[in-house]
C-alpha cells in the first residue's frame, strides 16, 4: 500500500525557515512526482508547489517563489520542502500528496499533514 | 479570494442529490482538467474525481463530475451523513500554478 509519511510540527518564529520531509513507500519513487498542498486554520486549499522524483524538475507556486524550494533524496525515496523567511500567514498544515513525473492534480495518495506554526 | 468559485455551503436531505459547482475561466478550467476533493475534518483529502469526470478505484458511482465550458459540477447522488465533508475542486492556470476553489461545506439535514 503506498504510504506517504511526513516529518512532525514544527514551531517557528517569523523570519526562520523550516523544512519538511516525505517519506514514500511501496512504490517506484523516481517514476512520481510529489506535489505539496497547504492548508490554514480553517482555510481551503493551497497548492504550494510539484517536484519530479525522476529528474528534479520543479514547479512552485508565483506567490511563494524565491522562498520555497523543494528536493528529494531518490536513495531514501524522501521528499523535502524547504519555506524560508517564515511570516504568520505561512501557518498551515502541510501536505505531500504522490502526482506524476508532470505537475497533475490527480493526488491519490497523500501524507498525514504536518503543522507548521509561526509565531513569536 | 480563490480564482475559482464555489458556493460556500450545500445541504439536502439524505438519499437526495446535490450538485457543486465550481466556477472558472478561460485560463483556467476551459483549458485544463478539474479535480475534485472530499476532506473530512481533521484529515487529509481525498481524490473523488480527476480528468474532469473519472473516479479513482473505490470512489462509489454516486459521485459524479461535469465540466462545459469555464464551470465544472460535482453530483453526489444518494446523500448519507458520511458525505458530510468540505469538497474542493482544483485545476491548472494559465499561470502555470494549480489552483482551488474556496471549499463547499455539504450538510446532510
Known amino acids: 500500500q503506498v504510504q506517504l509519511v511526513q516529518s512532525g510540527a514544527e514551531v517557528k518564529k517569523p523570519g526562520a525557515s523550516v523544512k519538511v520531509s516525505c517519506k514514500a513507500s511501496d512504490y517506484t519513487f523516481t517514476s512520481s512526482g510529489i506535489s505539496w498542498v497547504r492548508q490554514a486554520p480553517g482555510q481551503g486549499l493551497e497548492w504550494v508547489g510539484w517536484?519530479?522524483?525522476?529528474?528534479?524538475?520543479?514547479n512552485y507556486a508565483q506567490k511563494l517563489q524565491g522562498r520555497v524550494t523543494m528536493t528529494t533524496d531518490t536513495s531514501t525515496s524522501t521528499a523535502y520542502m524547504d519555506l524560508r523567511s517564515l511570516r504568520s500567514d505561512d501557518t498551515a498544515v502541510y501536505y505531500c500528496a504522490r502526482d506524476d513525473i508532470v505537475p497533475t492534480l490527480n493526488f491519490h495518495y497523500w501524507g498525514q499533514g504536518t503543522l507548521v506554526t509561526v509565531s513569536s | 479570494q480563490s480564482v475559482l468559485t464555489q458556493p460556500p455551503s450545500v445541504s439536502a436531505a439524505p438519499g437526495q442529490k446535490v450538485t457543486i459547482s465550481c466556477s472558472g475561466s478561460?485560463?483556467?478550467?476551459?483549458?485544463?482538467?478539474v479535480s475534485w476533493y472530499q476532506q473530512l475534518p481533521g484529515t487529509a483529502p481525498k481524490l473523488l474525481i480527476y480528468d474532469n469526470n473519472k473516479r479513482p478505484s473505490g470512489i462509489p458511482d454516486r459521485f459524479s463530475g461535469s465540466k462545459s465550458g469555464s464551470s465544472a459540477t460535482l453530483g453526489i447522488t444518494g446523500l448519507q451523513t458520511g458525505d458530510e465533508a468540505d469538497y474542493y475542486c482544483g485545476t491548472w492556470d494559465s499561470s502555470l500554478s494549480a489552483v482551488f476553489g474556496g471549499g463547499t461545506k455539504l450538510t446532510v439535514l
Open positions: 478561460s485560463s483556467n478550467i476551459a483549458n485544463n482538467y
Open positions: 517536484i519530479s522524483a525522476y529528474n528534479g524538475n520543479t
